[in-house]
């Protein structure tokens, strides 16, 4: 049974789509079978792996308004070693509708329920808002959200809301979330700020920050437009060195021993 974990910090530009899609790719390089769902009506999940966003004819929009259930839109890429449940703008529609539908807080929830048997891990990138689609993205998360952070001036600014998002969801339709890990991103070792940003961070959240942290790297920022993760792109970076330590504790915490490959 998969695990579902979402990646949600209504702050953009901290780093969610790209833990989500370097995650992804690592989890995968460990074996581990891994779904990435795009949750942004932005869709930079999708563009980010090479995939045009307007030629997603059928994709996680067509899913969550129940329009075909979950399956034929899956994209696979075996070379990246994960799928792509792809965005696609129709999605900004979605946000509207859902408003009006049943259930419309558990609709991507309920349907995920039949990826949870497919794959080990499924990562959920969600919009930089605390809308409809990102509350649907925490009540799918069954096994925790995945808090990214920024490591700059006012990083702590926000988490304040997002922790009272959380808690109105637990106490209304997902009484189980928790937040499964906070990952430091776009770390600078030479600015002092970023070094008071950790402390500040771990202090705010005293067992759920990942002890590995990402660096600031020129070559993470250019990975999305060659449609890459960086275990493709810079496999030999620093930055990819800090996804895969990353997921390397994550595997770790999650009672998974992974093989050394090299
Ligand atoms: N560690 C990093 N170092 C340098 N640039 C980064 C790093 N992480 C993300 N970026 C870049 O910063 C921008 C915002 O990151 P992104 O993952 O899209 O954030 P979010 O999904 O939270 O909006 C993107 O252009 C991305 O390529
Ligand atoms: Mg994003």
Redesign the pocket.
Known sequence: MARIYTLV?Q?????????AINMGSYLGYFGQRVLLVDL?PQA?ATSCLGVDKRAVKSGIYEVLIGAVPFGSQVLHNPRFKLSLLPSSPALAGAEIELVEMDKRESRLSEALEPARERYDYILI?CP?SLSLLTVNGLVAAADGVII?VQCEYLALEGLGMLTQTLHRVQSTVSPGLKVRGVVL??YDGRTNLAMDVVQEVRHFFPEEVFQTI?????R??E??SYGQPISIYAPDSN?AKAYMNLVSEMLRQDGITTPILE
């Open positions: 910090n702050k953009g530009g901290v780093g969610k789509t790209t833990t942004d930079n990138d930089p990214p991103t776009m990402i660096p600031r790297s020129v993470l920022a990975a999305p930055a």
